[in-house]
Nanobody, 115 residues
Framework: QVQVVESGGGLVQPGGSLRLSCAAS????????MAWYRQVAGRTGREAVA?????????FVDVSAKGRFTISRETAENTIYLQMNDLRVEDTGVYFC???????WGQGTQVTVSS
């Protein structure tokens, strides 16, 4: 049984930092490409935030987060991180981890940026 578990969300003031973690277990092989998405209140669907390939050699970060967010992973493991610096109010949302290209999602972790 595949499980995807996120952690690390919380309430932070603008300009602050958070680090999200995600661990996927029960997959038939490792490692997979993995990704972070977020769902923002009032918007339809989940927005792609960042993605990392199976060995960490290639990453993608959405233009809205470029220069502030960094995605990384444990070598040869299905565990990834999202370091979020200089957080803005518009970064508020529920952040989901996805085993990229599959239907395996975590339950989401809330990030709230507010003064």
């Amino acid at each position: 049984q595949v499980q995807v578990v996120e952690s690390g969300g919380g309430l932070v003031q603008p300009g602050g930092s958070l680090r999200l973690s995600c661990a996927a277990s029960g997959l038939t092989r490792r490692p997979y490409a993995m990704a972070w998405y977020r769902q923002v209140a009032g918007r339809t669907g989940r927005e792609a935030v960042a993605r990392i390939n199976f060995d960490g050699g290639e990453t993608f970060v959405d233009v809205s987060a470029k220069g502030r967010f960094t995605i990384s992973r444990e070598t040869a493991e299905n565990t990834i991180y999202l370091q979020m610096n200089d957080l803005r109010v518009e970064d508020t949302g529920v952040y989901f981890c996805n085993v990229y290209g599959t239907g395996f999602w975590g339950q989401g972790t809330q990030v709230t940026v507010s003064s």
